[in-house]
């Protein structure tokens, strides 16, 4: 059930792009985006919604392919700040009005000047 | 207003005693979840409330382990007889999901850290 997440590491010079990729062989109703910086507490980025539209914020945006059950965070002319860990977390209906949010292992991204 | 709080910050405890953690979450969220993060790894769902009750306790790893919610607002979690294999972040989160509709994000709070010895 565990959402499996692509790549593990990325490592990228300050301005460029990079693509971290989720995907999940249940159906899902949504999917969510998080980041983690070392020490801290996730901090929310997006949601995606079955049947949605793609999502940004600032350069981040991301997708979601209900067909493939696949979710792509995209990141642009990405900057220091966004070096981290990128979690992504499928959310499923699991009966009895609850909803259980599974999180991937995470993409550490690395940002270098 | 206030974010989501977690009490202690750091606990140390020997093996076989018991532990309770305690989350606030922020006032006029329902949904309150507890996650269990170990060293370097993913986010575990242990356990999920909509108000006072759990209808997901899937999450939980052993009988040693409950949580409960009282007046839709505080919530702890126990460990009991802890063992070294417990040792991790404890991280809550809430959100004003309300059970049906749409999605919300979930406001994390900064954890506990339970080390067993």
């Known amino acids: 059930q565990q959402p499996v997440q692509s790549p593990q590491a990325v490592i990228l010079r300050e301005g460029e792009d990079a693509v971290i990729n989720c995907s999940s062989s249940?159906?899902?109703?949504?999917v969510h985006w998080y980041r983690q910086k070392h020490g801290e507490a996730p901090v929310f980025l997006m949601i995606?919604?079955?049947?949605?539209e793609q999502k940004g914020h600032d350069k981040i945006s991301a997708s979601f392919n209900e067909k493939k059950q696949q979710s792509s965070l995209y990141l642009t002319a990405s900057q220091l700040s966004y070096s981290g860990t990128y979690f992504c977390?499928?959310?499923?209906?699991?009966?009895?009005?609850?909803?259980?949010?599974?999180f991937g292992k995470g993409t550490k991204l690395s940002v270098i000047p | 207003g206030a974010g989501v709080s977690q009490s202690p910050s750091n606990k140390v405890t020997e093996k076989g005693k018991d532990v309770e953690l305690r989350c606030d979450p922020i006032?006029?969220?329902?949904?309150l979840y507890w996650y269990r993060q170990s060293l370097g790894q993913g986010l575990e769902f242990l356990i999920y409330?909509?108000?006072?009750?759990?209808?997901?306790k899937s999450g939980l790893p052993s009988d040693r382990f409950s949580a409960e919610r009282t007046g839709g607002s505080v919530s702890t979690l126990t460990i009991q007889r802890t063992q070294q294999e417990d040792s991790a972040v404890y991280l809550c989160?809430?959100?004003?999901?309300?059970?049906?509709?749409?999605?919300?994000?979930?406001?994390f709070g900064p954890g506990t850290r339970l080390t067993v010895t």
């Open positions: 989160a809430s959100s004003l999901r309300t059970g049906q509709g749409a999605s919300y994000e979930q406001y």
């Open positions: 249940k159906a899902l109703y949504s």
């Open positions: 995606l919604l079955k049947g949605g």
């Open positions: 977390g499928t959310e499923r209906y699991s009966g009895a009005g609850s909803y259980q949010l599974t």
């Open positions: 006032s006029g969220h329902t949904a």
């Open positions: 409330f909509q108000g006072n009750s759990a209808p997901d």
